[in-house]
């Protein structure tokens, strides 16, 4: 059963989507890029502000989600945006009165990873009520080609923009972005019920529906090795990330714009990865996708640190878009093996958990990838990344998931 290509409620969430990420991606170059460009930070600060950027997911991962099961995902979905662009906005506004600082940065960076938790968790327990469950590979497949999109887009605006105006006013669009999709989500029409009083009720306990979200997730195989493969991708990955924007703006001489390139670069591969993904799952099933799509692409990334300034470096370019198209496939026949195995009650508590198991090491990879680069320089920081990348297949090839071929519970994958 296909999505309907008028479905509203799908095509605000899929326009909302597109305008979200677009800020999300720029913001994702505009905000290191304060700090190096116009605060001229050094490779541990860069470090830091990338641990409190994801630090949201330890901070309030599991509570994000008992909380988002109490209540309806859309309204969470709209305030979160809505907060988030007004907090960016205050980036540009101390730039232009003389007031920026690193400490300010960081703590922008804090509450917007914060806000980003809760609709993260919001949002990926909305769609299975928007689509319906037998449609779940196809509306990520989706959605992933539009993220893929503004990947090419997003850095191809944050690039010139902060060579043209500065890096700080790059920000300005990012907030925009998040602005205009809290406004779309909030025209979707709601079809998902408030929970009743067995969910909902003013004193439930948020222990037991911690505790409860904990024991669904880690007691399944399948769930089980989802996470633990993607806490150790993401942990290696951050780590790679942080030194990345050093290495290409201090060793391989380049600079906002050409830094903006590559990145789009990046999002070419999940694009081609967003329309390849259903194909991939549905040929191979989504088990074997999830653990082959780590070990053939990642390995590739070694090719940055080995670049030097000039031709090399497009060569490092196309191993991160082949990063980013095996990471698209993954996330797509992940999220809907989690999407497909999880009960309606439980999708707030599994999508927070999975998220506080998955990125709570993400701080930890910022802090590791900023000391690394400092004590040994940009580069070792790559090479370590790219290895540690690579072993992230491991949990999900001694799992289940080895051989699952569909989404569908079974007596092997329900644990």
């Given at each position: ?102 400490r300010g940065l960081c703590a922008v960076a804090l509450v917007h990873g914060v806000l980003t938790v809760f609709f993260d968790v919001a949002y990926v327990s909305c769609l299975p009520h928007l689509v319906g469950r037998g ?49 779309l989500a909030s025209r979707i029409r709601e079809r998902e019920t408030k929970p009743g009083a067995s969910a909902g009720r003013e004193r439930f306990r948020l222990r037991r529906e911690i505790r409860e979200g904990l024991r ?200």
């Amino acid at each position: 059963m296909r999505i309907r290509p008028r479905d509203p409620d799908f095509g605000l969430l899929f326009a909302a989507t597109a305008l979200g990420q677009l800020g999300d991606r720029i913001l994702f170059l505009a905000l290191p890029l304060v700090a190096i460009v116009a605060l001229h930070a050094d490779a541990f600060q860069v470090g830091l502000l990338t641990a409190l950027t994801t630090a949201g997911s330890l901070l309030v991962g599991l509570p994000a989600g008992a909380w988002v099961d109490r209540t309806r995902k859309r309204a969470v979905m709209v305030a979160a945006d809505l907060a988030r662009a007004l907090v960016l906005m205050t980036v540009p506004a101390a730039w232009w009165t003389g007031l920026l600082s690193i400490r300010g940065l960081c703590a922008v960076a804090l509450v917007h990873g914060v806000l980003t938790v809760f609709f993260d968790v919001a949002y990926v327990s909305c769609l299975p009520h928007l689509v319906g469950r037998g449609r779940l590979v196809e509306a990520n497949a989706r959605l992933s080609a539009v993220r893929s999109v503004t990947s090419i887009g997003g850095p191809a605006v944050a690039g010139p923009l902060a060579g043209w105006a500065g890096a700080p006013a790059a920000v300005v669009a990012s907030a925009a972005g998040m602005a205009l999709s809290g406004f779309l989500a909030s025209r979707i029409r709601e079809r998902e019920t408030k929970p009743g009083a067995s969910a909902g009720r003013e004193r439930f306990r948020l222990r037991r529906e911690i505790r409860e979200g904990l024991r669904f997730v880690l007691g399944q195989p399948v769930l089980r090795a989802t996470v633990l493969g993607d806490a150790l991708f993401n942990l290696f990955l951050v780590m790679y990330q942080t030194m990345l924007l050093v290495f290409l703006e201090r060793e391989a001489g380049l600079g906002p714009s050409a830094v903006g390139l590559v990145l789009s670069g990046m999002g070419c591969g999940a694009l081609l990865g967003a329309l390849l993904a259903a194909r991939l799952a549905q040929r191979f099933g989504p088990g074997p996708v999830i653990w082959l799509a780590p070990l053939v692409t990642c390995p590739l990334t070694a090719l940055m640190p080995a670049a030097r300034p000039g031709w090399s470096v497009c060569a490092a370019a196309v191993g991160l878009a082949g990063l980013s198209l095996g990471g698209v496939v993954r996330v797509v026949a992940q999220s809907s093996v989690q999407q497909a195995l999880t009960p309606d009650r439980l999708l707030g508590r599994m999508s927070a958990t999975a998220r506080f198991v998955s990125w709570g090491g993400l701080p930890l990879g910022g802090v590791l990838g900023g000391a690394a680069g400092s004590a040994f320089g940009a580069a070792a920081a790559l090479w370590l990344g790219a290895a540690g990348m690579t072993l992230s297949f491991l949990p999900a090839f001694l799992s289940p998931l080895r051989t699952l071929r569909t989404t569908r519970p079974s007596p092997l994958t329900a644990g």
